[in-house]
């Protein structure tokens, strides 16, 4: 099995933790107004929803130093909410997007992008392709709600950029995710 194979794979497993991780220890956010828990989700009698994904603050973590980073993707949920155990779940996909890491841009490869919240709005995974010229990365990200306004979720999202022959980075990002319909 060749280092690209054991990446996937082991992105792969990391989402299925977090599928998991999602459908049994998802608890109800303790946000003062239950509609703005729904914020970064669909209701399930509501067409699908677009929302917009931009950095407030970011950093890139390698061998120690740190990097300035930011991020900005669009992300559409679809079919019908998933109902595991006493949670419910969304897909969604990432439509558009990029990852600045100091002086580099990488764009996000919507056909390679999925990812999964829960219903309240509180957490989600995604993974999925991101390409700097002829390279191609892998990219795990992880988010978990903060604060909820009138115009949006704050997330805290940690990630991993993995490649191969290359190290991992560790991400982390405040964004705010914001329902553009």
């Keep these: 099995m060749n280092r ?3 990446i996937a794979l082991s992105s ?3 989402v299925l933790v977090g599928i998991v991780g999602v459908s049994v220890f998802v608890v109800p956010a303790l946000a003062d107004n239950i509609e703005q828990m729904q914020a970064f989700t669909n209701n399930a009698e509501q067409a699908d929803h677009i929302f917009e994904v931009s950095t407030i603050k970011g950093e890139a973590r390698l061998n120690g130093e740190v990097s300035s980073a930011s991020i900005a993707f669009s992300i559409i949920t679809y079919g019908e ?3 595991v155990r006493n ?6 996909k990432v439509t558009e997007g990029s990852l600045t890491i100091g002086e580099t841009t990488y764009q996000m490869n919507p056909e390679t992008w999925e990812g999964i919240a829960s219903m309240n709005g ?3 995974v995604a993974l ?4 700097e010229g ?3 990365f892998v990219l795990v990200l992880h988010g978990i709600a903060i604060a909820h306004f009138s115009d949006g979720t704050v ?3 940690d990630g991993t950029l993995r490649g191969e022959n290359v190290p991992n980075y560790h991400l982390i990002f405040l964004v705010l995710v914001t329902p553009t319909q």
């Excluded at 949670?87 to 969604?92: G, L, M, N, P, S």
């Excluded at 999925?128 to 390409?131: A, F, K, L, P, Q």
């Design 4 to 6: 690209r194979q054991k």
């Design 12 to 14: 792969i497993a990391l």
């Design 81 to 83: 909410p998933i109902q």
């Design 87 to 92: 949670h419910t779940i969304r897909i969604f």
């Design 122 to 124: 509180r957490r989600f």
């Design 128 to 131: 999925g392709d991101v390409v």
């Design 134 to 136: 002829e390279n191609e």
């Design 155 to 157: 997330f805290r999202v």
